[in-house]
């Protein structure tokens, strides 16, 4: 019995020798393409490439019992799957990052553009209505439309003041033209100023046009400060700088298969998305106040569309303003004499008093060409904004699928048994493990930090916030703070850690190190001869492997 036992051993041992020689042999002439597609490789030499497999032993990455790769190839390959590794998320997120470029600087080239043909329709309409007493004191509404313009570049003014302060400086040059044979004092005007809410002297207009101009240039202001941010995190998170963790991972999936021989095999699809997901997990935290932006950032467009609408609240602003002076006239003989009465009196000029005709246009000779349009269709842009928002909603959630999606980066999903799996060509035997940091504590391809994110994507995380809640002002009519979007973004979203052991490779088919156990037997603790016959052919076998 015991000699049988020999023989089937001596036979298994030489048929896994056979199996690891023929392995060994097909990776030997497999390095001739390894060659060629090395060296097809920009910057790559193909007098790195050995010509024949040799043991693997000292690589860091790609380790096999042998290899077609040496150190210094695998090296430089690492260096090129992390480079490539790099480059796609930077593509996979060009198409969202150009658009948010592209339509910031559209909506603000728009807002300047609006805000300078309503000043110069203004002017134009004024001038053909109230001629040269409009000339005269054109200052006072070119003021104006500069603190509009101000404001929406940022600066710190309260519009409700701007405009309180423009009707109340009107209400006294038109006071003053149609009562022209007074001596005006500080005090008085002073006085007046007190009782402007009680005189009215424009009805409701200042009011309504100031809640208008309010809420209608704020949620402009805001909305391209929301682009703009939108923009600066896209930028900012698109320069991944992988953890020493992920680039061992990019590097296995994406170029150990050609330094066992298997050149033309994509990584599973499985494979590729746990790498995926682990490197991008802390991107993944995004996603949460992404989705509330783009929320925010919706609902203000819909805002601006209507009843928020900039455009219309600007291009009809002459048309305000002039309503308002034509109701201050048409009150002039019942107000007059209540503000004397009330600030009065006053002393009288010796100077003939001016005829009221003289005092400005009336209803009937105003005049108003057709109001001027930015060559921007403001609902146009918003509409576009919000369906591309829409579609870009979950960016963050589905990078690791737009990567993976990619035909030239991993294997369709439904080819799973001729796809390198990180060990060999097969089925890949693991299971996708969930998005974001906390998921991965159970994936097999990489280590991540689990705590919290990358410190560059949790700042950028702190921006989303700030501007959707600024957006979301803006949003209900409330004062929306300024926010500089030119803000220096950390280099790098650093993913997962560096630190961590890496997981374990599969084993090798044979391990140099393995020793046998000894069987002692019932006759002292010697060994049997079909023992040593299996130790004898074990460590032919290790030789073999090791040639």
Known sequence: MAKGNDILCVLWTLFTVGINLATALTGRSACSDV???????????????????????????????????????????????????????????????????????????????LILISQQDLNEMFLNTYGVMYRDNDDLFMDLFSNLRQYYFGVDIDLDQVMDDFFFLLFQKMFELLNTSYEYTDDFWTCTGRYMEEFQPFGNIPQKLTVQVRRSITAARTFVQGLGFGRDVIATVSKVTPTASCEEAVTRMTQCGACNGHTDVLPCYSFCQNVMRGCLASIAELQKEWSKYVEAMSNLALRLEEPFNVQAVLTNIDLEISNAIMTMQDNALALSPQVMEGCGPLQTKRQKRASRGQSGGSRKNRFRSHPSSPSVDLVKLLKDVRKKLKEWDRIWQTLPYNVCDDENVAADVSDSDHCWNGNSIGPYPHEMVGHGVASQSQNPELSVNLSKPSYAVRREIAQLRTITHQVNNAVNGRAADYLDTEYTSASGSGEGSSSGEQPSEFPPVVDPKYRPTVTPTDNGGAVTVTSWTCVLAFLLAAIVLRW
């Open 35 to 113: 060659r060629i597609a090395y060296g097809a490789k920009g910057g790559l030499s193909t007098n790195d490439v050995p010509q024949h497999a040799i043991p693997g032993n000292d690589l860091r990455i790609c380790s096999n019992t042998f290899s077609c790769c040496t150190p210094k190839m695998e090296s430089k390959l690492a260096s090129m799957a992390v480079r490539d590794f790099e480059e796609k998320i930077f593509d996979k997120t060009s198409l969202l990052r150009d658009f948010f470029v592209r339509r910031t600087q559209k909506f603000d080239d728009y807002m300047k553009e």
